[in-house]
């Protein structure tokens, strides 16, 4: 049944060996059966245990791609890996810059006593880390559970050194033990957002973050709320979707709702109120 339903570049990969289908055990991550399934994953994808046991750490990558309900998802442009993997964490970006996240830190952080750094690696995040971030246009909550690019090894770091109470599934005892807490249910991207710019992660800049994904805005809007595009603009511009996309970028005027969009390699269909990609 899943093989029938499979793309043909699915059905390739399949047939030589290079897709595992495996189902999450509906007691362990306390999430709804297939029968009533939960619309978003947030549940198992802050959890430290999915990340440790249901991949295996000889052979597969420390990337994953979620896509989460294939129908509200539009690929308009080839997606190279390479140009994205170094990054901890990208999706497409939310309204709202550096003040929004802070208002979200202050909702779901918890303290404890002060922590000290004992030297196991770990990573200290200060209660007041965003207070001073101002709004900056390069800030933002990015990404998004239905499609989000995320990086294994950063994930893990973030978790066990802000762990969410109710989802991490670490130990009782070793969350106990975190100066910093997470608590509630956040959405997977404030509570990522939030934690990995918090130990240092790499994070896209709203507009590099644009051009992979569109939920809410396309990458020009981006552009327009400052004086036009920029170097560092046309720089990632060059990066992430190549050359030929310079005169989309170079349309883009300061204030104005152009008709013509820089198309990013993916778009939330439904949310963007589109059915195709527009022309690239």
Known sequence: MIYNQMGPLAKQFAETGRVRVHFLDDVKYRKAPCSNWERSPTKFISSAVYYQEEFDADNDSDHILFIWGTDNALWCRPFDL?????????????????????????????????????????????????????????????????????????????????????????????????????????????????????????????????????????????????????????????????????EKLDDVKEGEEGTSHIVPIAIHAKDMKIKQCPSA
């Open 82 to 246: 390479a140009k994205w993997d170094h990054f901890a964490y990208v999706g497409a970006p939310w309204t709202g810059g550096a003040h929004y996240l802070a208002a979200e830190w202050e909702k779901m952080a918890t303290f404890g006593a002060k922590y000290e750094k004992n030297g196991d690696g770990a990573d200290e995040i200060e209660y007041g880390l965003f207070e001073s971030l101002g709004d900056p246009a390069n800030i933002s909550i990015v990404g998004s559970d239905r499609l989000t690019l995320l990086n294994k090894k950063w994930i893990l770091r973030a978790i066990n050194n802000c762990p969410q109470v109710q989802l991490s599934m670490l130990p009782g005892d070793i969350v106990s033990q975190k100066n910093c807490k997470a608590k509630g249910r956040p959405e997977a991207e404030i509570y990522f957002g939030c934690v990995l710019r918090g130990i240092g992660a790499p994070m896209p800049s709203t507009f590099e973050a644009s051009l992979f994904a569109a939920k809410f805005y396309w990458a020009d809007k981006v552009v327009r709320g400052e004086a036009g595009p920029t170097d560092s603009h046309k720089d990632a511009v060059q990066r992430y979707l190549g050359e030929h996309v310079m």
